[in-house]
């Protein structure tokens, strides 16, 4: 298995409802990424895990809340998100902590 | 701060022509690079990487690119595009374990 699968591919959630977007990877890669794409703009990190542990946060607001229950699972927990949230959710994974695997993404809307 | 910019936004080509897509880097000290590729709707794909040695790349596709520390260029080139070239694509920069992205470059490929 050498792809980074996302669950779902689309969400649709108001800002008061509690979502998850699921990211799973058997390559055995230890280091996971969690990226935001608005349309038309380059990706942009959001949390990096390495080893099961948050090492980078890139000064992300509490209403995004990673997770990573194994080595194989990444997980982003959403809640009380806005409008301006609205974009594609990309999970990447790594082996060495530079070349990364990209998910499809999952593409969220907020209403 | 840790950047990355690409020369053009937009480039369109008729089918065969040459393509070279530019990219700068900004200093920091040891620096991976890649080109990634999003096709229309589709996931993020590597073309290819370079990390030390042979300043020139070869990737999949036919892409290559070379690397010049001197000017901190690592620009994307291929001899003869396809219509299915068409796509966004992306010079990135590996600064430790911030990974970023630089604005991107839409290629039309014109059949």
């Known amino acids: 298995d050498t792809e980074v699968t996302q669950t779902p591919k689309h969400l649709v959630m108001g800002m008061t409802n509690k979502k998850s977007l699921k990211c799973e990877q058997h390559?055995?890669?230890?280091?996971m990424y969690w990226y935001k794409q608005k349309a038309k703009k380059p990706p942009e990190l959001m949390f990096v895990?390495?080893?099961?542990?948050?090492?980078i946060n890139e000064s992300v607001p509490s209403r995004f809340s990673p997770e990573c229950p194994n080595s194989s699972l990444l997980n982003l927990h959403l809640h009380a998100l806005q409008p301006e949230d609205s974009a594609l959710y990309l999970c990447a994974s790594s082996s060495t902590g530079v070349e990364q695997f990209f998910g499809p993404g999952t593409r969220l809307t907020v209403l | 701060a840790q950047s990355v910019s690409q020369h053009n936004h937009h480039v369109i080509l008729s089918e065969a022509a040459s393509l070279e897509l530019g990219c700068n880097y900004s200093?920091?000290?040891?620096?991976?690079l890649f080109w990634y590729v999003q096709y229309p709707g589709q996931h993020l794909q590597l073309l290819l990487k370079y990390f030390s040695g042979d300043p020139l790349v070869k990737g999949i596709k036919g892409f290559e690119a070379e690397f010049i520390k001197s000017k901190f260029s690592f620009n994307l080139r291929k001899p003869s595009v396809q219509w299915s070239d068409t796509a966004e694509y992306f010079c990135?920069?590996?600064?430790?374990?911030?990974?970023?992205f630089g604005p991107g470059t839409r290629l039309s490929v014109l059949p």
């Open positions: 200093y920091g000290g040891t620096v991976n």
């Open positions: 990135a920069g590996l600064y430790g374990q911030n990974f970023v």
């Open positions: 390559m055995g890669h230890r280091a």
């Open positions: 895990y390495s080893y099961e542990k948050l090492s």
